[in-house]
């Protein structure tokens, strides 16, 4: 089958090459980031030499340190033209990054680099490669990449489907109608990243309440807590839980991209709460697995969560609104582009309506407003400046 191209991240990588940064494509596992690596592979090669390590391929299990790389590095360079050195999962290379840092600043090599856990590619690698690096985040399929990969319309149906299976790319080769092998494969991807980048990087011992917290957060997606809060509630299951565990273990799960945390922004202090956040998943597929017994599906959860991540595919930095104590779901900031975000599957209710059109009514500024909803009949109410529209619109157009 042909691989399809994800041109919005071959551009982004295109606009970062030549700048002498080491290019970093960080996501979680599965979310397509070896596919756009090999595409880059192939398109740099029409105009250099490409070193392309893939450190999940058996046939580069004899490089484990960064002597071998470099040694890798030096038999396959090249002396007459641009060399573009490509390594896929990067972090398990011991010290990987004192050979970025080397090679990235040679005029004749750009460097792209694949990895999983965000602790590596952030904190570390922000201090040993001293500022030269560019990091590019991969996610999921989007909405309109989803009915790309599908072959679908755009309809409420494919909305459906992509909101109960979400956007890990290879789930479009196993067939719709394959449920189990399809829960398998999700399955497969949260089992990895729970045991091989959470417990066994970080020698966790209490391994069933880090599976309670991981069903807590799937059930609890899009809602405010605090490792405190979590701790009484998890207490029902576990005896011993202290909110510093808690506090631990959902960095570990934002670490590897599973979860990604939304801190609360005071609209009219402009200003970031440092207490009480929210979380929502990467990819809603693995969400829905871990909340594959539960009887309610809570589509108002799956309609926030899908707006937040195309907010940030979309290039904003999102925080949950807060304004003389009522909240907006989302805040999205790009340099001076604000606009403020509240979703609601329909406006069924006088209380529906005032929590969200509302609230939206308190802001006292010229910055674009929107409800978004699923009812049809709702995108009817348009005042105050405040727009209606479909989910299906949104996520089609990026209003």
């Known amino acids: 089958m042909e691989k399809i191209l994800r041109e919005k991240y071959e551009f982004e990588v295109k606009k970062a090459i030549g700048k002498g940064n080491a290019i970093v494509l960080a996501g979680h596992r599965r979310a397509g980031k070896s596919i756009i690596l090999e595409q880059l592979s192939t398109e740099l090669g029409k105009s250099g030499n ?6 999940e391929n058996p046939d580069f299990l004899s490089i484990r340190n960064v002597s071998d790389l470099n040694e890798y590095i030096k038999e396959n360079k090249s002396d007459s033209s641009h060399n573009y050195l490509l390594i896929d999962e990067v972090q398990e290379i011991e010290e990987f990054e004192r050979i970025l840092r080397y090679w990235a600043k040679q005029d ?63 789930l479009h080769k196993i067939p719709l109608t394959d449920e189990r092998s399809r829960t398998d494969y999700l399955g ?26 991981a069903g807590f957060m799937a059930d609890n997606c899009g809602k ?13 299951d576990v005896s011993t839980v202290t909110s510093n565990t808690i506090s631990e273990y959902v960095g570990y799960f934002c670490d590897t ?13 402009k200003k970031i709460f440092e207490q009480q956040e929210k979380y929502y998943f990467e990819d809603l597929g693995i969400r829905n697995y871990l909340c594959r017994n539960k009887k309610n599906y809570d589509v108002e959860k799956i309609m926030e969560n899908i707006v937040y991540l195309r907010l940030k595919q979309l290039g904003y930095d999102v925080y949950v609104g ?31 309506y005032e929590r969200e059109y509302g609230n939206l009514k308190l802001i006292h500024d010229n910055y ?10 709702s995108t009817l109410i348009n005042e105050d400046g405040i727009k209606t529209i479909l989910l299906r619109k949104f996520l089609m157009e990026g209003v």
């Open 257 to 269: 991209y599973l979860i990604d945390k939304v801190e609360r922004y005071d609209i009219k202090g």
């Open 108 to 170: 004749d090599f750009d460097v792209i680099v694949t990895g999983s856990n965000a602790f590596l590619l952030s904190s570390e690698i922000a201090t040993l490669l001293a500022g030269r690096h560019t990091t590019i985040k991969i996610y999921g399929l989007d909405y309109q990449e989803f009915l790309k990969f599908y072959q679908l319309t755009d309809s409420d149906e494919s909305l459906a489907i992509y909101m109960k299976w979400g956007g890990l790319p290879f």
């Open 368 to 377: 674009p407003k929107y409800v978004i909803t699923m009812d049809p009949m």
């Open 188 to 213: 497969d991807i949260f089992n990895t990243i729970f045991v091989k980048d959470i417990i066994t990087r970080h020698k966790i011992r209490n391994v069933n309440l880090l599976n309670n917290l």
């Open 224 to 236: 405010l807590f605090s490792p405190n809060s979590i701790a009484k509630y998890l207490k029902n």
């Open 50 to 55: 490409v070193i392309f390590i893939d450190m």
């Open 322 to 352: 807060q304004l003389n104590g009522k909240e907006i779901d989302f805040v999205a900031k790009n340099g001076d582009d604000i606009r403020y975000y509240q979703v609601s599957k329909t406006i069924s209710s006088e209380e529906t």
